[in-house]
């Protein structure tokens, strides 16, 4: 009886044995397994990162950024130098403020005020922006340092209203792309309008360079 007795306890160890050896093995393989199976990911993520990197297609992609033109309101008119360039300041609430522009307007090319309809080109600016408020576009800054820009009252473009009524040139030089400068100029033009009433009118552009050349030739005969 006591020899069956320990038969079956070698039996129920040998089982036991059996069972524990073979999750142990079990475990050992899972665990290979997922090591393999990681390593296997791994690899893939690196062979990825690594195409991207080398193929030249992959780009991120860019934004348009639309230009908006900078458009400023709330100006008051300090002076009129000539039909094309005003001294203006910014007003809040009755008061000016901040620094004082010097405007040479976009696009245009009034006469000199020494030059003929130079003071009925400064008188016709005047009557559109004296006592008014305006906005400013601006364009840029010429090489005196002022402000290139339109101006605009009420919404209207004073600089091609200046054009419009023949007190001012199409500045093609500086607005090649603005060939609506010209359309205005030619019925200006057509319609006798303005400076061009008068015979013997000259650009302004013209006018300026010949008066340095005359500037020049009286110095070298003074010498």
Known sequence: MAKKIDDGKSQIILIMAVV???????FG????????????ENTKSAKISKSATKNPKIKKSKEKKEVIPKISD???????????????????NGKFV???????????????????YGPESRQALEKLV???????EVKNKDRYG?????????????????VKTGNAWWYQEYAKNDTQFEEYQQN??????????RKGYIEPWIYRRNKKEN????????R
């Not at 524990?20 to 079990?26: D, G, N, P, T």
């Not at 100006?75 to 000539?82: I, T």
């Not at 200006?188 to 061009?196: H, R, S, V, Y």
Request: charged share 30%; net charge positive.
């Open 20 to 26: 524990i050896i073979a999750v142990f093995m079990l």
């Open 29 to 40: 393989m899972f665990n290979k397994n997922g090591k393999d199976i990681k390593n296997s």
């Open 74 to 92: 709330g100006y008051q008119v300090l002076k009129v130098s000539d039909g094309d360039t005003i001294n203006i300041q910014k007003v809040e």
């Open 98 to 116: 901040g620094e004082m522009l010097k405007i040479r307007m976009y696009g245009m090319d009034a006469p000199e005020k020494s030059q003929d």
């Open 130 to 136: 004296a006592g008014k408020t305006l906005s400013i």
């Open 146 to 162: 002022r402000t290139v820009a339109v101006i605009y009252v009420n919404g209207k473009n004073i600089n091609e209203e200046m």
């Open 188 to 197: 200006a033009k057509q319609k006798k309008l303005g400076l061009f009433s």
């Open 215 to 222: 500037v020049k030739q009286t110095k070298t005969k003074r």
